[in-house]
């Protein structure tokens, strides 16, 4: 069995995606590992790139967009590694050492289910969430070593393969957006931590772009919220989320 299953997800990022798995390939040392790639259905011959220029990462081409969620766990059927290590197609790992350190925290930690976190340079911290009743989530920034927080992105999170399966996965309820609160929740209800530190943090491309404010997306955003809020919350959170919207 190989240590790490790298997996990214990738739809029409071509660019970046080259991009992440150039870092990959050149930066990400200190365990035996593979890299996995999703893609969904492309149009702009990101598939094509990945399978000539990089010859070593296993290449998963689907036919339709099937979201987010569903192409993680198909990812997760094929992993070979004992961790599964979630990229965005647009994180960079500025450090050649940052996998073993996450490797490190869940080695010396059983109760540690998932290590990862959004590196921001300056001021150098990490960020994670907290995750409110309502399914709101607020950012947690660790400055130090690392701490406890509810969920982290799919941009940098490294779970035990014994959590995805417990957990069953990413729910593909959700085709995109809060699914990796989702199952962060879920691994933490089964009995681990989700924990984040400087050490162990990947930056992320798009960190800085302001979230899209069209119809569209606002509205995946709400029904996500609602979803959680009703798959996990209490029946009087429900009362609270209603009268806050």
């Known amino acids: 069995m190989l240590d790490v299953s790298i997996i990214v997800v990738s739809w029409n990022t071509r660019p970046i995606l080259l991009q992440c798995l150039q870092a990959v390939r050149e930066r990400v040392h200190g365990a035996s590992h593979e890299v996995i790639v999703v893609d ?13 220029r990089f010859p070593e990462v296993r290449l998963v081409r689907n036919t339709g967009n ?27 790992c500025p450090d050649p050492a940052v996998l073993g350190r996450m490797l490190a925290v869940l080695d010396a930690d059983p109760g540690i289910g998932c290590v ?11 960020r994670g969430y ?45 085709f995109y957006l809060a699914e990796d609160k989702d199952f962060c929740h879920r691994v933490r209800r089964a009995g681990w931590r989700i924990w984040m530190g400087v050490p162990t943090g990947v930056l992320h491309l798009r960190s800085s772009e302001q979230r899209p404010n069209e119809l569209g997306y606002r509205t995946l955003l709400h029904r996500n919220r609602v979803r959680f809020v009703c798959l996990h919350a209490r029946p009087r959170d429900l009362v609270t989320l209603a009268a806050k919207d």
């Open 66 to 92: 099937v979201g987010a969620s569903r192409a993680r766990n198909q990812a997760l059927v094929l992993a070979k590694g004992e961790y599964a290590w979630f990229l965005d197609n647009d994180s960079v």
């Open 130 to 174: 907290t995750v409110a009743p309502t399914g709101d989530a607020e950012a947690v920034w660790a400055n130090g070593a690392g701490t406890a927080c509810d969920s982290l992105d799919t941009l940098n999170l490294l779970a035990r393969w014994e959590c995805g399966e417990r957990v069953g996965g990413f729910d593909p309820g959700y």
């Open 40 to 52: 969904n259905a492309s149009s702009d011959s990101s598939a094509e790139a990945v399978a000539e």
């Open 116 to 126: 990862g976190g959004e590196l921001f340079p300056d001021p150098l911290r990490v």
